[in-house]
């Protein structure tokens, strides 16, 4: 099987990347190779869940805010976000979470840094098929 990266520069630095036929694999990183070995460990945790949610049934368990300097929204903030829209999270791995669209059986991967990037908020929630946050905030 092949499969497709697609590395995006960002706006604020660095770059946003995502593996097109698994959208759901999401990452982002300052340098390529730091791109490219998040996306990796992003991807092999989507498997593995993907995997644990076909053997298993589900069960699912506040405002976003965007720092307007850097271009980028905190993770408890998109964490809170992607809860309002009825996703908890499924599963912890070393550099990404995976929340997941109970109503979807979406799972993206979410990057364990305290910010994320603009192009990867809203690539999660284009995945997730429901509206970035707060879009017009992500203006300097």
């Given at each position: 099987?092949?499969?497709?990266?697609?590395?995006?520069?960002?706006?604020?630095?660095?770059?946003?990347?995502?593996?097109?036929?698994?959208?759901?694999?999401?990452?982002?990183?300052?340098?390529?190779?730091?791109?490219?070995?998040?996306?990796?460990?992003?991807l092999k945790l989507v498997v593995e869940c993907q995997r644990d949610l076909v053997e298993k049934d589900l069960s699912p368990e506040g405002s976003a805010r965007v720092d307007r300097a850097s271009r980028c929204m905190k993770r408890m903030d998109l964490e809170r976000h992607l809860r309002e829209q009825g996703c908890f999270l499924y599963r912890e791995g070393?550099?990404?979470?995976?929340?997941?669209?109970?109503?979807?059986?979406k799972v993206p991967s979410i990057p364990r840094h305290r910010e994320i990037k603009e192009g990867t908020v809203r690539a999660i929630c284009k995945q997730l098929k429901f509206p970035s946050p707060n879009t017009h905030t992500f203006l300097i």
């Open positions: 099987m092949k499969l497709t990266p697609v590395f995006e520069p960002a706006k604020e630095g660095g770059y946003t990347c995502f593996v097109e036929e698994i959208p759901a694999a999401i990452s982002q990183g300052e340098t390529l190779a730091e791109a490219k070995a998040n996306l990796l460990d992003a070393g550099g990404h979470s995976v929340w997941l669209n109970p109503s979807l059986r």
